[in-house]
């Protein structure tokens, strides 16, 4: 079967099972069988693939798996991120998030970063290859998300995979930014999440009884790791401005902003200690 034929067939079969953005889906995967970009899909459209892989990847889709664990990368900021089972999948919003703390950081000589709660490592990773003065310490506790994390910061000399929890800071030196993308849904809403999203680990996306447990326990245990005049950069959910900005100030925390992301939704929370 040729790669068009292929193309073809599976918007065709992800279409008739339910499956949202089919010809996206199809063009990624039969790109991934075939070796190439996405971009290249229209100089290969003539060249043979085998099937019976490109079938069990379609059957993998269709069965709620998200893409980005079928094809075992995914591209973010200018990088590519290995990823799977046992690790939260890199969004594109959290891209901002990353841009944000670049910006940042090349304003400062030699800066020490620490990503919390890291998972494949894609902000502080990012962050490394961007500013190749800074190092940045990727923090993460999960023993299935520690092998993403370890294999993708071989990507950068200065990002160093470090096994530990937020709840129990590791000893570490001061830094002159900490950014974190940390778990946030509250408990009782995981169930209702989409089907893709209950593939990826339910550590990496629960925050507690009200989504907010990580961000008190990193403003309070991490702060004293931060220099005076250091900032400290969150990802949030959108209803979450105002409640992570009032733990912010109850630990000393100010310059407070809340920033909206491409969508228009409240995405980041930045402050200085």
């Known amino acids: 079967m040729t790669l068009k034929e292929a193309y073809n067939y599976g918007v065709y ?32 459209t003539s060249d043979e693939i085998i099937m019976k892989r490109f079938a069990e990847l379609l059957w ?27 690790v939260l999948i890199p969004r594109p919003e959290t891209e901002e998030l990353t841009e944000l703390v670049i910006k940042e950081a090349r304003a400062v000589e030699f800066p020490v970063i620490f990503d919390l709660c890291a998972g ?48 129990e800071p590791p000893s570490l030196p001061q830094a002159d930014i900490i950014v974190s993308n940390p778990p946030y849904i509250k408990s009782c809403e995981i169930s209702s999440l989409q089907k893709e999203v209950s593939f990826e680990p339910r550590i990496a996306l629960d925050g507690g009884d009200d989504g907010l447990d990580f961000y008190r326990a990193i403003c309070a245990k991490w702060k004293v790791l931060l220099k005076n005049g250091g900032s ?33 939704n409240d995405r980041i929370v930045r402050a200085i200690y």
């Open 13 to 44: 079969f992800l279409s008739c099972n339910g499956v949202d953005e089919a010809e996206f889906k199809s063009l990624c995967l039969v790109c991934h069988i075939a070796g190439i970009n996405n971009s290249e899909y229209n100089f290969h």
């Open 60 to 86: 993998r889709v269709k069965n709620g798996e998200p893409l980005q664990y079928v094809l075992g990368k995914w591209d973010f900021y200018d990088s590519e991120f290995k990823v799977g089972k046992g």
């Open 120 to 167: 494949t490592g894609c902000i502080g990773i990012s962050v490394a290859k961007a500013v190749p003065s800074a190092k940045v310490f990727c923090v993460e506790k999960s023993a299935q998300a520690m092998p993403y994390l370890t294999d993708n910061c071989k990507q950068a000399e200065n990002a160093v995979p470090v096994d530990g929890d937020v709840f």
């Open 232 to 264: 400290i950069f969150f990802e949030i959910g959108e209803t979450q401005g105002e409640t992570v900005s009032e733990i912010l100030k109850k630990n000393a925390f100010s310059d407070i902003k809340i920033i909206k992301d491409m969508y228009g």
